[in-house]
């Protein structure tokens, strides 16, 4: 059984950084392809980053120019790097596969912008 554990989210002030890291059980990242998504208070939870079995990545026109995905499959980790954050960008962080398996969503992390 998968487990992706997120885990780097906090608060911060509009302009800061934070850097959002998911923990694999097991070495789907080497198979699958891997997203990060977000649901914002309110709102569906979309796909905001992904990167291929390749290194391809792949962004939502929101967050890009400002969010960077990267992965080590070595490590089993897939990561977020979020620069330039704003208040809009507030919500629950989740990693799962690109499409992802429902039963594979873990707790996410929070991130809150302040303005």
């Known amino acids: 059984q998968v487990q992706l554990v997120e885990s780097g989210g906090g608060l911060v002030q509009t302009g800061g950084s934070l850097r959002l890291s998911c923990a694999a059980s097991?070495?789907?990242?080497?198979?699958?392809?891997m997203g990060w998504y977000r649901q914002a208070p309110g709102k569906q939870r979309e796909l905001v980053a992904a990167?291929?079995?390749?290194?391809?990545?792949n962004y939502a026109d929101s967050v890009k120019g400002r969010f960077t995905i990267s992965k080590d499959n070595a490590k089993n980790t897939v990561y977020l790097q979020m620069n330039s954050l704003k208040p809009d960008d507030t919500g629950v962080y989740y990693c799962n596969t690109a499409p992802p398996v429902s039963v594979w969503w873990g707790q996410g992390t929070q991130v809150t912008v302040s303005s």
């Open positions: 990167i291929t079995r390749g290194g391809v990545t």
């Open positions: 097991g070495r789907i990242f080497s198979i699958n392809a």
